[in-house]
């Protein structure tokens, strides 16, 4: 098992391009989390899908977009990259019937100029 | 309301000595708090969790303490190991609405 994987690792962006950045679980978990990580701010909620067709906005959404293609991937999409979405990101997954333990990907470090 | 204060915000410990981090809440709905560990480069990762229905829960070396009246809860690190070394984040979460609020975590260093 591979647990949670996100794509890319690292990434530079131009203020004002896309990307997306990719989530993919082999746990069969049902809900899914996007979460920044900011020095000295913790892990803030972006974007989560409690199940497989259902998206809802976190703590802050702003500027961000999410698809939850099927029940192993959910993707994070920033249509126009600004300099404050410089952070890490990282991918959870989690199964509701158990504990509430969420699993963390490795993270995606994106830098915007 | 939904904020989650952690402290202190760094922490050495010499080997062998006790970590202890602390965080508070405001929220009273919150039913589930966990402690997440993560090293550098890497996600974080859950270490020990408690429901306020106990006060205390251990395993191994770590061990949380919940006071539910002052609504606090912290991570007691025993025997602290140069291993332990890492950032910890606590959280709280409410049953049901799939949102965690994290603390600001907290960097442990354990010096051999």
């Known amino acids: 098992n591979a647990g949670v994987t996100q794509t890319p690792k690292f990434q530079v962006l131009k203020t004002g391009q896309s990307m997306t950045l990719q989530c993919a679980q082999d746990?069969?978990?049902?809900?899914m989390y996007w979460y920044r990580q900011d020095p000295g701010m913790g892990l803030r909620l972006i974007y989560y899908?409690?199940?497989?067709?259902?998206?809802d906005k976190g703590e802050v959404p702003n500027g961000y977009n999410v698809s939850r293609l099927n029940k192993r991937e959910f993707s994070l999409r920033l249509e126009s990259a600004a300099p404050s979405q410089t952070s890490v990101y990282f991918c959870?997954?989690?199964?509701?019937?158990?504990?509430?333990?969420?699993?963390f990907g490795p993270g995606t470090r994106l830098t915007v100029l | 309301q939904q904020q989650v204060k952690q402290s202190p915000q760094s922490l050495i410990v010499q080997k062998g000595g006790i970590s202890i981090i602390n965080c508070a809440y405001e929220?009273?709905?919150?039913?589930?708090f966990p402690w997440y560990q993560q090293f550098p480069g890497k996600g974080p990762a859950l270490l020990i969790a408690?429901?306020?229905?106990?006060s205390e829960k251990k395993e191994g070396r770590f061990t949380i303490s919940f006071n539910k009246s002052a609504k606090q809860f912290s991570l007691h690190i025993m025997d602290s190991q140069p291993g332990d070394s890492a950032t910890y984040f606590c959280?709280?979460?409410?049953?049901?609405?799939?949102?965690?609020?994290f603390g600001t975590g907290t960097r442990l260093k354990v010096l051999a």
């Open positions: 959280a709280a979460s409410i049953e049901g609405t799939y949102k965690y609020i």
């Open positions: 929220n009273t709905a919150f039913d589930y």
């Open positions: 899908s409690a199940s497989e067709g259902t998206t």
């Open positions: 959870a997954s989690e199964d509701r019937a158990y504990y509430n333990e969420q699993f």
């Open positions: 746990m069969n978990h049902n809900s």
């Open positions: 408690i429901r306020p229905d106990v």
